[in-house]
């Protein structure tokens, strides 16, 4: 960062491509791939809208005052019945109206790490999360959870403050975590007491089959009465609903609600009265459920649509998986020539922007793949950014 204010040090630690990447949408002409942005036609506007009115009408000063802290006490009810069932049982108590998901992430960061502090985190990381825990200046325990092997994830979640994964649809990989696995975090950190985020904005997502189960629901399996165990989970409506009410949720033991809670208070004192009532009401007239069916119909097609463009214009160039859902396809290039930093600005060159794997790694390190997000263009752009991609990809490939 260039400037001679006396700034504190981590602010030197941040990752200059997050910036070009996250301001390419500003671009004209700018096919911007690099995004984790939801497609806004299936925001129910008008419906949000006459929420909105009939909160600040009818309910002034919930939706115009200061809040609790921890959140509207019926919010917390809605969230709490939203996840209840035959194993899960949890009160408002195990649960906290977060300004967003992202409040959640630095809210933990601050009540579990001192300087230092060790994460055991699900590779590649989710860039936001390592932005939360930036000024805490923590170290990361690597956790890899593809591939074959069987994950130990008693030893990864051994002597660290927390681990943190995303199991639905991870961003930056798109990789679903499998049962198994699920089930061995769940066991390990029972086992171990380490606390365990499970990171969900994706959970809806799913394009091909039955949503596999939460680690909160496997954990609180084992236990009778209100939940109190180690899995904090964090909910979201930004991709189940819209990101702009910055509206979110943690659900967790109450010793964790309560120390979160105290976080909060020297954040923001409390999540917008108006946007909990707007949720409040999202949840219990279903807004949720019916703009499901038709995001998850352009998601698909989106996400086909790219899958066909990249194996048509990119298959000698990287490897993938095509993702079950989310928002993402992560793919890494087949040549150790290509370093996907110097991709980002080739590629922005032919009018596409991609996110570059450094970003999703605390080091900076991991510079041979790329993150390319799928629901927020349609396909005629999918189509013609991929061919650009390609065509980048080439050109730096014949200059090195
Ligand atoms: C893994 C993950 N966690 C948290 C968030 C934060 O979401 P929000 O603050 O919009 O709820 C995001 C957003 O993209 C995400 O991908």
Redesign the pocket.
């Known amino acids: 960062m260039i400037s001679k204010r006396p700034f504190a040090k981590w602010l030197g630690d941040t990752n200059e491509v997050t910036r070009i990447f996250l301001a390419a949408g500003e671009i004209p002409d700018m096919i911007n791939l690099a995004g ?1 942005l939801p497609e806004p036609s299936v925001w129910p506007a008008d419906i949000i809208a006459d929420m909105a009115y009939k909160a600040v009408l009818e309910n002034t000063e919930e939706a115009l005052a200061y809040s609790p802290i921890e959140g509207l006490p019926r919010l917390r009810d809605v969230i709490a019945e939203r996840y209840n069932n035959n194993e899960t049982k949890l009160t408002r108590d195990n649960v906290l109206v977060t300004t ?3 409040q959640a ?1 630095d809210l933990l960061g601050k009540i579990m790490l001192d300087e230092g502090g060790l994460i055991a985190g699900q590779f590649p990381t ?1 860039l ?2 390592l932005d939360a825990w930036r000024p805490r200046k923590p170290s990361y325990r690597p956790m890899h959870l593809e591939g074959n092997k069987k994950f130990d994830a008693h030893a990864a979640l051994e002597g660290a403050k927390f681990g943190y994964i ?1 199991p639905n649809f991870s ?1 930056p990989s798109g990789f679903l975590v499998p049962l198994e696995t699920r089930k061995s975090f769940v066991d390990a950190a029972h086992a171990t007491g380490t606390l365990l985020i499970e ?1 969900d ?1 994706y959970g809806t997502l799913y394009l091909d089959g039955p949503p596999l189960p939460r680690l909160l629901d496997l954990s609180a399996k084992r236990q009778i009465g209100p939940y109190d165990g180690p899995i904090v989970y964090l909910g ?1 409506l ?1 991709k189940m609903l819209v ?1 702009g009410l910055r509206i ?1 949720w943690v659900i967790g033991a109450p010793d964790v609600i309560t120390a979160l809670t105290l976080a909060k208070q020297g954040s923001d004192i409390c999540t917008s009265g108006l946007c909990q009532k707007i949720a409040q009401e999202a949840f219990s007239q279903g807004l949720i459920e019916d703009i499901l069916a038709p995001t998850l119909s352009i998601y698909k097609t989106r996400r086909d649509v790219l899958c066909d463009a990249m194996e048509a214009n990119l298959s000698e160039l990287f490897q993938w998986t095509k993702p079950q859902g989310g928002m993402f396809v992560w793919a890494q290039a087949i040549d150790p020539r290509i370093d996907t930093n110097l991709l980002l600005h080739t590629a922005m060159d032919c009018g596409v922007c991609v996110s570059p794997s450094s970003a999703f790694d605390p080091s900076g390190a991991n510079k041979n793949s790329i993150r390319i997000n799928f629901t927020l263009n349609e396909p005629d752009k999918l189509n013609v950014g991929i061919k650009r991609l390609a065509t980048a990809t080439r050109r730096l490939l014949a200059e090195s």
């Open positions: 984790g967003g998901g992202m992430l989710y936001g999360a995303v961003n990171d904005p979201t930004s990101p979110g």
